[in-house]
């Protein structure tokens, strides 16, 4: 009798597992939805509105509407830090990431912005050993090295098929999305709250876009300026199913979903403008994604070990 009653108690917890993970992967695979979306409107209004003021115009909306969360720890008392070189580094770090996203959005079809976005594993490995003092091994570091073969099928430099320059500025970006996700994790060991680093990037990001936007500054017409409030709210509720993946089930499980973000991109990008992905590109993402769910797999094989 006693183990039937486990064996339910075990069938029943199971079946609760299951059904947390699938709604995890339908979270990170509508966020992933959402994010192209609003990448397809970044696109669309950048041919009229400075990055830079796009970035300030999202960061206003994420900070409204992240307001109530804030509110609730203390509004502007949850900057309150003892780690503000962390928190500096993390919103100078999320801005450039955001800037070089959008600007390559603007002047890259949007797929290929993803799928170079898709460095920011292998920037993160190799930033965990200065900053966050992780040890590498020679696994890791093949993935990484494989990982930028595929960025070379994608640029192809002297191939003609992508703007070099930009392709690299968007690289860059996913370095610095790279060390603010380092800073993150420095700050999450040292003890720092969610809230508290959700407000100083909040805070943090809408100052400085607000302060880099004067000089280039243009007025949105009606238009342009219910295409920003969207990007603001679909980029923060894509945030939100993103965090909400993550919190229900295991990165191992959510994390190899982000990379559906191709199939969505690819998709808008073919219906909107007409964009195609050639072989050489198909080619570099895949070893791309090969390489990051690899480095997924050693991560979670290092942190099993422990």
């Known amino acids: 009798m006693r183990q039937a009653e486990d064996e339910a108690e075990a069938a029943a917890k199971d079946g609760e597992t299951r059904r947390r993970r699938a709604r995890a992967i339908a979270a990170v695979v509508g966020a992933s939805a959402t994010f192209a979306v609003a990448a397809a409107m970044v696109k669309t209004v950048s041919e009229r509105i400075p990055t830079i003021e796009i970035v300030f115009f999202r960061s206003v909306v994420a900070m409204v509407a992240l307001w109530p969360m804030m509110a609730r720890q203390g509004g502007l008392r949850t900057l309150a830090t003892r780690r503000p070189f962390w928190h500096v580094v993390r919103v100078a770090a999320g801005v450039v990431g955001m800037v070089t996203a959008f600007y390559g959005y603007a002047v890259l079809p949007i797929a290929t912005v993803t799928a170079l976005g898709f460095t920011m ?75 508290t680093i959700i407000a100083w990037f909040s805070v943090g990001g ?34 939100l199913l993103m965090t909400e993946a993550y919190r229900r089930s295991e990165a191992s499980i959510v994390a190899p979903f982000e990379y559906v973000g191709i199939l969505w991109t690819g998709l808008l990008g073919f219906v909107i403008w007409d964009e195609r992905l050639s072989l050489w590109t198909v080619a570099g993402v895949a070893v791309l994604v090969s390489s990051g769910l690899y480095i997924l797999h050693r991560e979670v094989v290092r942190r099993r070990a422990r």
Not at 157 to 178: D, H, K, N, R, S
């Open 206 to 239: 809408a100052v400085v876009a607000g302060v880099a936007m004067i000089p280039v500054w243009v007025t949105p017409d009606w238009r342009d300026g219910v295409l920003l409030l969207l990007i603001g709210v679909i980029s923060t509720g894509a945030q």
């Open 121 to 195: 594993p292998l920037f993160l490995t190799a930033l965990s050993i200065p900053l966050l003092r992780e040890k590498v091994g020679i696994r890791r570091w093949s993935a990484v090295i494989v990982g930028f073969g595929g960025v070379l099928l994608i640029l192809r430099p002297g191939g003609g098929e992508i703007a070099l320059i930009p392709a690299l500025i968007v690289v860059f970006g996913a370095f610095c999305w790279a060390l603010a996700m380092a800073a993150i994790r420095r700050m999450g060991e040292l003890g720092e709250s969610n809230v």
